[in-house]
């Protein structure tokens, strides 16, 4: 038999559904059509109503759904986080099984599932077809790491925060507070701490290991991950769009897919400022500051002296102090959500204030921002410490015994990077990684090559 033609060999990709996941997902999606592949990209159906997947029915990428057992309200309908993940397992699987056997019968069957680790149930799903089954992490390398060892029971925590530091290959030497969350604190959200687990549950079944990072900026965890990982890892990343990489992807000019409403005032705002000047801040798409915290941020802010531009989601607008907009006139723009990249490409910004998320991060670095730090929880305690120790683009700020980030800490670490001498070597060292993330998708780069050896692997297991 001929081996398949590229366009129909179809790929099933299913992504964990927060905004966090499904953009470097969506992203990797358009890679693949770009080879020739034919992606279909299933989100719930409560983030599809959301969301609006019509926006790219141009494209060519379809669009599907499956089930998470609460499509109506999402997130929101379950009783907890625990409850949440038991549905979306449940539902998840039987829906995915119905949409696999769904397509059996077109002229265009599943080849392969391409599924966020965080759902192991899918590379379940796909063995009960003979389909292949592609694991995709959304995490930086050290993190998926560090929650190997964890499954496997080979991490060696210290017993308090003063104890010796933590040494895993491939990473620099960890205290406990650089550690992911669900480690350092813990008994903190056990089913999620039980799902990042479980991402290692199955994967040696997987016929791929896909890394949304790039081989160089991480080349040394990734080396150690793959001497234990069976198949070995290919790092397909960033995942940002292409217009600010190679500019190979027609269009590609956002991620397309957002949970929220993108505020358009953003970029006229940064137009009028001079460049360098501006203090970028936000917290990602699931953050949530208490009000004294809020407080803090802003009158840290304020204290700069630096314009800002800060984006706060509208469920957490209440917190912002009273008349705190209006006192800052047009020294500040408060905005309810805007295209990150954008605003990050912008020459207005000299600085990202972050809570450290993995996109977050890595567009930061893509784009050559330097970065204060201020981690919530989960993978970005130990993001921020590669940012400042590692890749030496940005400072980690101190926690106050009350767990408050106080004024005059956000205040010094903003003054640090805009400043200080020690940002003026964070600016200087930041294109360093914007040039080795545009080498590593462009044609010939490590991130290409894997890419294209994918592709070809499965053009030969689809025959």
């Given at each position: 038999?001929?081996?398949?033609?590229?366009?129909?060999?179809?790929?099933?990709?299913?992504?964990?559904?927060?905004?966090?996941?499904?953009?470097?997902?969506?992203?990797?999606?358009?890679?693949?059509?770009?080879?020739?592949?034919?992606?279909?990209?299933?989100?719930?159906?409560?983030?599809?109503?959301?969301?609006?997947?019509?926006?790219?029915?141009?494209?060519?990428?379809?669009?599907?759904?499956?089930?998470?057992?609460?499509?109506?309200?999402?997130?929101?309908?379950?009783?907890?986080?625990?409850?949440y993940l038991v549905r979306l397992q449940a539902a998840g699987s039987r829906s995915l099984t119905e949409l696999v056997v769904k397509y059996r019968n077109t002229p265009h069957p599943i080849d392969c599932i391409l599924y966020d680790a965080f759902l192991p149930w899918a590379l379940d799903v796909a063995k009960q077809f003979g389909l292949v089954g592609a694991a995709f992490f959304t995490q930086a390398c050290a993190v998926n790491y560090i929650y190997y060892c964890a499954h496997h029971g080979v991490l060696s925590l210290p017993v308090s925060?003063?104890?010796?530091?933590?040494?895993?290959?491939?990473?620099?030497?960890?205290?406990?507070?650089?550690?992911?969350?669900?480690?350092?604190?813990?008994?903190?959200?056990?089913?999620?701490?039980?799902?990042?687990?479980?991402?290692?549950?199955?994967?040696?079944?997987?016929?791929?290991?896909?890394?949304?990072?790039?081989?160089?900026?991480?080349?040394?965890?990734?080396?150690?991950?793959?001497?234990?990982?069976?198949?070995?890892?290919?790092?397909?990343?960033?995942?940002?769009?292409?217009?600010?990489?190679?500019?190979?992807?027609?269009?590609?000019?956002?991620?397309?897919?957002?949970?929220?409403?993108?505020?358009?005032?953003?970029?006229?705002?940064?137009?009028?400022?001079?460049?360098?000047?501006?203090?970028?801040?936000?917290?990602?798409?699931?953050?949530?500051?208490?009000?004294?915290?809020?407080?803090?941020?802003?009158?840290?802010?304020?204290?700069?002296?630096?314009?800002?531009?800060?984006?706060?989601?509208?469920?957490?607008?209440?917190?912002?102090?009273?008349?705190?907009?209006?006192?800052?006139?047009?020294?500040?723009?408060?905005?309810?959500?805007?295209?990150?990249?954008?605003?990050?490409?912008?020459?207005?910004?000299?600085?990202?204030?972050?809570?450290?998320?993995?996109?977050?991060?890595?567009?930061?670095?893509?784009?050559?921002?330097?970065?204060?730090?201020?981690?919530?929880?989960?993978?970005?305690?130990?993001?921020?410490?590669?940012?400042?120790?590692?890749?030496?683009?940005?400072?980690?700020?101190?926690?106050?015994?009350?767990?408050?980030?106080?004024?005059?800490?956000?205040?010094?670490?903003?003054?640090?990077?805009?400043?200080?001498?020690?940002?003026?070597?964070?600016?200087?060292?930041?294109?360093?990684?914007?040039?080795?993330?545009?080498?590593?998708?462009?044609?010939?780069?490590?991130?290409?090559?894997?890419?294209?050896?994918?592709?070809?692997?499965?053009?030969?297991?689809?025959?």
């Open positions: 038999m001929e081996e398949k033609a590229k366009n129909s060999v179809h790929v099933l990709v299913i992504p964990y559904p927060s905004q966090g996941h499904i953009n470097p997902m969506l992203q990797f999606s358009k890679r693949l059509s770009s080879k020739g592949l034919k992606p279909t990209f299933a989100t719930t159906k409560f983030i599809s109503q959301t969301m609006g997947p019509e926006l790219l029915l141009g494209s060519d990428i379809d669009f599907n759904t499956i089930s998470d057992g609460c499509d109506q309200g999402g997130f929101l309908e379950a009783n907890d986080i625990n409850d925060s003063s104890a010796a530091p933590i040494a895993i290959p491939g990473l620099p030497l960890l205290e406990l507070r650089d550690m992911p969350s669900f480690i350092y604190v813990a008994g903190s959200y056990p089913s999620y701490f039980e799902m990042v687990l479980s991402q290692f549950s199955n994967v040696d079944q997987a016929d791929f290991i896909l890394v949304n990072t790039f081989y160089k900026l991480e080349q040394e965890v990734v080396d150690s991950m793959s001497k234990v990982m069976t198949p070995p890892l290919l790092t397909i990343g960033p995942t940002i769009p292409s217009v600010y990489l190679d500019q190979k992807l027609e269009n590609d000019k956002d991620y397309d897919l957002n949970l929220f409403k993108l505020d358009s005032t953003s970029t006229h705002w940064l137009t009028s400022k001079t460049p360098g000047s501006v203090v970028y801040v936000s917290f990602g798409s699931m953050a949530n500051l208490s009000i004294d915290q809020m407080e803090e941020l802003a009158r840290g802010l304020k204290k700069t002296g630096f314009d800002f531009l800060w984006v706060v989601r509208s469920s957490e607008i209440a917190k912002v102090p009273d008349g705190f907009a209006e006192e800052m006139g047009d020294r500040a723009l408060i905005a309810n959500w805007i295209s990150q990249t954008e605003v990050l490409a912008h020459e207005a910004v000299g600085c990202f204030f972050t809570h450290g998320g993995w996109n977050s991060t890595i567009e930061a670095l893509c784009l050559g921002v330097p970065m204060v730090v201020m981690p919530q929880w989960t993978d970005q305690t130990t993001d921020a410490k590669l940012v400042q120790d590692v890749w030496k683009v940005g400072v980690r700020v101190e926690v106050g015994e009350d767990g408050i980030v106080s004024r005059d800490e956000i205040e010094g670490c903003i003054r640090q990077v805009m400043e200080a001498e020690r940002g003026k070597a964070m600016k200087e060292n930041a294109p360093k990684w914007k040039e080795l993330s545009v080498e590593a998708v462009c044609e010939g780069g490590s991130s290409d090559k894997n890419i294209d050896g994918f592709v070809s692997k499965i053009l030969t297991q689809c025959k």
